[in-house]
């Protein structure tokens, strides 16, 4: 009876000892608490979108759920901001874009320093942009924006989902190479930005390619030309900008990130989880078929990637005398 009790007792002992020796371990791998995954543009653009439907994908994964916060504003640095300053527990993330690598070479001082807030989580992928124009513009090709913008400078205009974004720095690497003028109009997202496009308020906009497919679908909108080096796999018979403009290259990506100091094993999980989110049908339908290659790598490729954007873009911004205004 002594040795069964005394058994039972070591038993016991060796099963609080696991438990306690595996619950740090879960704690960071479980939490009850949603998931805010902040989007820094109004509701209704491509990254919104995207951040919508990686979302789900990633609640399915997680078993947690997934909530979009829209913080549009200051070309990003709104909804950036908020994730730089939350705990790094692995609840709040953000998703960033073209104007995360830009806005420190546009910026005189941001509330956070680009390099050491953050944690790559993930590259999700990346595409071109598309310079596009409503249905009834009598404008029908690159050639025709140019002529138009020499023949009467400034008086074009373009919109933008924001200063500092991909569609601002398009329209601004336009002038420059084209060596003409046109107006930029900054709006807070890139759904408020192609309201205002097909309403008639602006001419033009180099959107997203997510963000500008269901006009381009609906016949709504008029796609002119693309931002890549080469030829769309999608809008294959549209041409690129550097076929008019020799030399003109962009892009657009989509990448996520944690406050800085979140845990090695909490990154892992998210990563993981936004790669099976991607890897489903339904995100791939959604993004695919607008011109997104999907990259969803380690967190190192984000970072290498993101790193190499801003050596590229604060050369170019400085040679062109590019501003945020």
Sequence with gaps: MQISRRTTAMRLGFLIASVLLVA?????????????????FAPGG??????????????????????????????????????????????????????????????????YDNDKAFTPVILIGKGPNVLVVRAESPFKSVKDVLDAARANPGKLNYASQGNGTSAHLAGEMFDNLAKVKTTHVPYRGAGPALTDLLGGQVDMIFGTATAVSSGLESGKLR????????????????????????GYVMESWYGLYAPAGTPPEVIARLNAAAKKAVATDDFRKKVEQEGLVISAGAPSELDTYVRSEEARWRKIVKENNITAN
């Design 24 to 40: 740090p371990n879960a704690m960071a791998q479980v939490s009850d608490k949603p998931i805010r995954l902040v989007v820094p």
């Design 46 to 111: 491509g990254t919104d979108l995207i951040a919508r439907t990686l979302g789900l994908g990633m609640s399915r994964e997680l078993g947690q759920t997934v909530v979009i916060e829209n913080k549009p504003g200051a070309g990003t640095i709104i909804g950036t901001d908020i994730v730089a300053k939350s705990p790094a527990d692995g609840n709040t993330l953000v998703i960033a874009t073209f104007a995360h690598a830009v806005n420190p070479s546009l910026m005189q001082k941001l509330p």
């Design 223 to 246: 796609a002119l030309a693309v931002t890549g080096a080469e030829r769309s796999q999608v809008l294959k018979n549209i041409p690129t900008i550097a076929e008019t403009i020799p």
